[in-house]
């Protein structure tokens, strides 16, 4: 009997140990993403160009300030529908460091349509010393580097939540129900009306949310729509091509019994 229970006390110390490490698995990758609905969903699934010129405002007036968006032109907005004119305008409104000129020294001009998108900070110890020795993430590939992509955006800039009774929070630190391990250096970057939609949309936290986490996927992913056509096309000419196969089949085994 004495041994019957000493069974199954070690089997219940093995599950609570296998309970713990589960729940602090769970705590390390943060909570599941919400599925959100997005216009690029699907093998015909395009972005919502109004959503993502939305997006590229929330970008421009509230990421950028700390996450660049070094792999992206500003000439590559035409292909959210930005005409040639804003491109320029948006461009010039940023200085990027160019040189050196006839002197040898490096200097800060306007922007150009053929730049990549301007860095918030000239180096990686200048954008660490701005924010408590964080390192802002570039933003051009996040929606693939991240488990849950846009849904994982959306829910990142949406789950900032007071901490649960017990759970100690770091000095500086935030708590996110999305973000591996619950604290983020990040303050909450939306508030409700923060930018001005010129469309009349209304900026809410996940309308905000989840424009920029289109715009973001379409910095990531911007031959997507092309790659989807081009998937069509294959298989549409499969399926032509197997059909055809089949009739030549047909017609050449027709007299054999």
Same mark, same amino acid.
């Given at each position: 009997?004495?041994?019957?229970?000493?069974?199954?006390? !070690?089997?219940?110390?093995?599950?609570?140990?296998?309970?713990?490490?589960?729940?602090?698995?769970?705590?390390?990758?943060?909570?599941?993403?919400?599925?959100?609905?997005?216009?690029?969903?699907?093998?015909?699934?395009?972005?919502?160009?109004?959503?993502?010129?939305?997006?590229?405002?929330?970008?421009?007036?509230?990421?950028?300030?700390?996450?660049?968006?070094?792999?992206?032109?500003?000439?590559?907005?035409?292909?959210?529908?930005?005409?040639?004119?804003?491109?320029?305008?948006?461009?010039?409104?940023?200085?990027?460091?160019?040189?050196?000129?006839?002197?040898?020294?490096?200097?800060?001009?306007?922007?150009?349509?053929?730049?990549?998108?301007?860095?918030?900070?000239?180096?990686?110890?200048?954008?660490?010393?701005?924010?408590?020795?964080?390192?802002?993430?570039?933003?051009?590939?996040?929606? %693939?580097?991240?488990?849950?992509?846009?849904?994982?955006?959306?829910?990142?800039?949406?789950?900032? %939540?007071?901490?649960?009774?017990?759970?100690?929070?770091?000095?500086?630190?935030?708590?996110?129900?999305?973000?591996?391990?619950?604290?983020? !250096?990040?303050?909450?970057?939306?508030?409700?009306?923060?930018?001005?939609?010129?469309?009349?949309?209304? !900026?809410?936290?996940?309308?905000?949310?989840?424009?920029?986490?289109?715009?973001?996927?379409?910095?990531?992913?911007?031959?997507?729509?092309?790659?989807?056509?081009?998937?069509? %096309?294959?298989?549409?000419?499969?399926?032509?091509?197997?059909?055809?196969?089949? !009739?030549?089949?047909?017609?050449?085994?027709?007299?054999?019994?």
């Amino acid at each position: 009997m004495n041994a019957m229970r000493k069974r199954l006390g !070690a089997a219940l110390a093995v599950l609570v140990a296998l309970g713990l490490a589960a729940g602090a698995a769970m705590a390390a990758e943060g909570g599941k993403p919400p599925a959100q609905t997005w216009s690029f969903d699907g093998l015909f699934g395009t972005y919502d160009r109004a959503a993502a010129q939305r997006g590229f405002l929330v970008y421009n007036t509230v990421c950028a300030a700390c996450h660049s968006l070094s792999l992206v032109a500003y000439r590559n907005l035409d292909g959210i529908g930005f005409k040639d004119d804003a491109i320029k305008a948006i461009a010039a409104a940023k200085e990027v460091p160019d040189g050196p000129n006839d002197q040898g020294e490096m200097f800060n001009r306007p922007g150009r349509p053929a730049d990549r998108f301007a860095r918030p900070f000239a180096n990686d110890n200048a954008a660490r010393a701005a924010n408590n020795g964080a390192l802002p993430p570039d933003l051009s590939l996040i929606t %693939k580097a991240r488990k849950g992509g846009a849904d994982y955006i959306h829910a990142l800039m949406v789950g900032y %939540k007071e901490p649960p009774t017990g759970v100690q929070m770091m000095e500086g630190m935030q708590y996110n129900a999305y973000f591996p391990g619950n604290q983020i !250096a990040m303050a909450p970057p939306l508030t409700e009306g923060q930018v001005e939609y010129a469309d009349g949309t209304k !900026a809410t936290v996940a309308q905000m949310a989840h424009d920029v986490a289109t715009f973001l996927t379409w910095a990531a992913e911007p031959e997507m729509e092309e790659r989807k056509r081009m998937g069509v %096309k294959v298989l549409l000419f499969l399926i032509v091509l197997t059909a055809m196969l089949y !009739a030549l089949k047909r017609q050449i085994w027709t007299d054999v019994h």
